[in-house]
């Protein structure tokens, strides 16, 4: 079955952003003048996505308004002659269909996806953690990793190599090489202490 489905956790507290996340999520901090959260949608859709579910939690409402229709806004542009900016405007409402359900508690991420579990039934699909991009020229990683997953029909982890230095804060995998750029998960550890003395790839 074809990925065409994925989930958004966004729904964490952000504290290690405050005080810029008190009152505004840490998925909607701009990268210059575009919001986190806009660049992982894009890619999702780039990657052949057409469902999209936001697990939200509180004081997220500004990422329900932001990938909704603006009429004012479009009307207040389109008066002014301001065209790119409409476009523009226009352009996030009209990325893709976005659901939203809310995580009660940050319960953490694996509780984040659960909340997804009716969304999903018995689809494949994707997740993309709300305030972490991958920027790369050409194929989009997602669209790399669901290439992955229709050879090997099995779930498929986005990873990164580290410096040696910087395992302690990662997630870190050990991997059997299978071929360019795949490998086979045999172990996966949250703790440093174990990872330093391995050669290992970090989860980002
Ligand atoms: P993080 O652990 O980076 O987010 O989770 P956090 O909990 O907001 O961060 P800190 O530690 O307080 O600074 C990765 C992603 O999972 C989401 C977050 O919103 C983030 O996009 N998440 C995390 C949830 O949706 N629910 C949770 O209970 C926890």
Redesign the pocket.
């Known amino acids: 079955m074809r990925v065409r489905k994925a989930v ?11 005080p810029a ?1 008190k009152a505004q ?3 909607m901090l701009p990268i210059v003048d575009k919001p986190t959260l806009q660049f992982i949608i894009e890619e999702a859709v780039a990657s052949g996505i057409e469902e999209i579910l936001i ?3 509180r004081n997220k409402s500004s990422i329900e308004n932001h990938f909704d229709k603006s009429v004012e806004l479009e009307m207040e542009l389109e008066k002014a002659g301001k065209d790119d900016l409409l476009e523009e405007v226009r352009k996030i409402s009209d990325l893709v269909n976005i659901h939203y359900i809310r ?1 009660k ?5 694996g ?2 996806i659960h909340c997804a579990k009716s969304f999903i039934a018995n689809e494949p699909f994707a997740v993309l ?4 991009i991958v920027q790369n020229d050409g194929k989009p990683c997602l669209k790399q990793m669901i290439e992955a997953y229709d050879e090997y029909k099995t779930t498929i982890l986005g990873v990164q190599e580290v410096p040696d230095g910087d395992v302690d804060k990662y997630g870190i995998v050990d991997g059997k090489h299978i071929e360019d750029r795949i490998y086979k998960v045999k172990n996966l550890v949250e703790m440093n202490i174990l990872v330093r003395q391995s050669r290992s790839s970090g989860v980002a």
């Open positions: 958004i956790p966004a729904a964490g507290l952000g504290t290690r952003f405050l996340t999520p840490k998925e697990i939200t939690g995580q508690e940050p319960r953490g991420l509780h984040a953690l709300g305030d972490d």
